[in-house]
């Protein structure tokens, strides 16, 4: 097992990855002493695994809550049925949150464990690779609102992440190749080493080779904690996070949040940003054609047909990093290193879409 160590001003948590990181779930429920524990998951992956959950953490007597898939329960009225629940069922201030789920249930029941009686703890033990990756760690918690993504939600960083990766066997490949994006981001925007063994590894990792697969998390990983532990509040450092996220997120808003899985919207943000680094003669060629071929081999991505580059420049505007107006843009430099830049023409968007509709991916 790896473990890592978020460390901030306000919060300190481990994350563990490996098949023994349930364990670890038991084992501080049972130091923390709660009221009683509610698991929050969802069918599909409580019927997977929910035996073996309860057998690694010994959470017998937790009770469990199912929230329906997809990202539509990551919704107001997703935090009431949820809420609810927890009422009747009769949780109270010392009550814990366990999320055996994806950054969907993630997000949600992190969101209502944060104001529920004004807070109780949650523990995440994240079942897909971006939330292995990402969502699981940092504490960012939320819903969307049918105008714009996550624009309601919470700094409240989870009590002990657990990442194990068997669980990634049961996704379908489509959602597990949606993770991958997300790591390759983490490559792109700070760690060259993590882009080249993602290039380097892609059948192994594609295959799930268990030998591979606790490493390639922990790195990618480790990405989203250093960045968390020298930037919690989402200042400048925080948000090179986002990279790909401007026009992925312009994407799943255009698209009713039904085409695309988060990490698809989130490969062609990249390849758009990509070129427009490109373009502005910001980023080398070369650098731009290995960060393009690497993000094609982990395709197909569903297509962009039906939705046009002035749809997504509308929506731009709605995107949290919009600040007095102003869009700001996470463009790489080289492999390894990103700039926020906050003037990019939309001819310059325009143009970047219709290259990488052309892109054979
Ligand atoms: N809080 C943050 O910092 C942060 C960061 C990145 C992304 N996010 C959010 O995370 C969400 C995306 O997360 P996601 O990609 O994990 O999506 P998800 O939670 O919807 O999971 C994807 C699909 O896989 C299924 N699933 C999950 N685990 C499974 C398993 N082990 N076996 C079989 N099926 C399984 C789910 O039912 C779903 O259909 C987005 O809403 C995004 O905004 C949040
Ligand atoms: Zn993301």
Same mark, same amino acid.
């Given at each position: 097992m790896i473990q890592l160590r978020v460390q901030t001003g306000t919060s300190s948590y481990t994350i563990s990855v490996g098949n023994r990181a349930w364990q670890e779930v038991g084992r501080f429920c049972r130091r923390?002493?709660? #009221? #009683?524990?509610?698991?929050?998951t969802e069918s599909r992956i409580w019927r997977a695994w929910g035996r073996k959950f309860l057998q690694a953490t010994g959470l017998h007597s937790a009770s469990v809550i199912l !929230?329906?898939?997809?990202? &539509? #329960?990551k919704s107001l009225a997703g935090v009431k049925a949820l809420a609810q629940k927890l009422v009747k069922r009769r949780a109270d201030r010392e009550s814990a949150v366990v999320v055996l789920g994806?950054?969907?249930?993630g997000d949600l029941a992190g969101f209502v464990a944060s104001i529920y009686m004004r807070g109780i703890d949650t523990i995440q033990a994240p079942t897909t690779m971006v939330a292995q990756i990402d969502s699981a760690i940092g504490g960012k918690?939320? !819903?969307?609102?049918?105008e714009a993504k996550n624009m309601l939600g919470t700094l409240t960083p989870p009590r002990l992440v657990a990442a194990n990766p068997e669980v990634l066997g049961s996704l379908s490949p489509r959602a597990y190749r949606s993770g991958l994006y997300e790591a390759v981001k983490h490559g792109i925007i700070q760690d060259p080493r993590l882009f080249h063994f993602i290039r380097e590894n892609l059948k192994p990792i594609l295959a799930q080779d268990p030998k591979i697969m606790d490493r390639l998390i922990a790195w990618a990983a480790g990405v989203k904690v250093r960045v968390v532990n020298r930037d919690? &509040?989402?200042s400048d450092l925080r948000r090179i996070l986002n990279f790909g996220h401007t026009l992925g997120h312009a994407l799943e808003a255009a698209t009713h949040y039904r085409r695309f899985l988060h990490g698809e919207a989130v490969g062609w943000g990249m390849l758009l940003a990509n070129r427009i680094a490109e373009e502005k003669k910001m980023l080398p060629p070369t650098e731009a054609r290995k960060i393009e071929e690497l993000i094609c081999s982990l395709?197909?991505?569903p297509s962009l047909q039906g939705i046009t580059s002035r749809q997504l420049v509308a929506l731009l505007g709605r995107d949290k990093k919009t600040v007095r107006g102003v869009v700001h843009w996470i463009l790489s430099e080289r492999i390894g290193s990103v700039r926020i830049v906050t003037r990019v023409a939309n001819t310059l968007i325009e143009k970047a879409f219709r290259d990488v509709a052309r892109l054979p991916v």
């Open positions: 923390e002493k709660y #009221s #009683s524990v509610f698991i929050v !929230v329906p898939p997809g990202e &539509r #329960s994806g950054g969907v249930v918690t939320g !819903v969307n609102l049918p919690e &509040r989402e395709g197909p991505l």
